[in-house]
């Protein structure tokens, strides 16, 4: 499409009246990148968010992978009555 027909003086704009159908179809075909453009946002917004909070997720993420590790050794000791030392790992 040639820039010349995307400007119009006034004159020439009071003659030619829009084409709804072909601002729809242009509307419908970027529609896709558009949808990507939303979607690298939200992506980088959620990275960052994951950044900024690294000091507050690390040590949580932390702990719930010790707790998953430490359990089944945790409840082997309490089978063998050895309470106090599973009460220090943490029940």
């Given at each position: 499409m040639p820039k010349d027909d995307l400007v119009?003086?006034?004159?020439?704009a009071?003659?030619?009246r829009p084409d709804i159908a072909a601002t729809a179809e242009a509307l419908e075909q970027n529609r896709g990148g558009t949808s990507f453009v939303l979607t690298a946002l939200l992506v980088l917004?959620?990275?960052?968010?994951?950044?900024l909070a690294k000091g507050f997720l690390a040590p949580v993420v932390l702990a719930v992978v010790f707790?998953?590790?430490l359990s089944p050794f945790v409840r082997a000791l309490k089978r063998l009555h050895m309470a106090p030392i599973a009460e220090f790992l943490g029940s």
């Open positions: 119009l003086n006034d004159s020439e009071a003659d030619r917004a959620c990275l960052y968010t994951l950044y707790n998953s590790l």
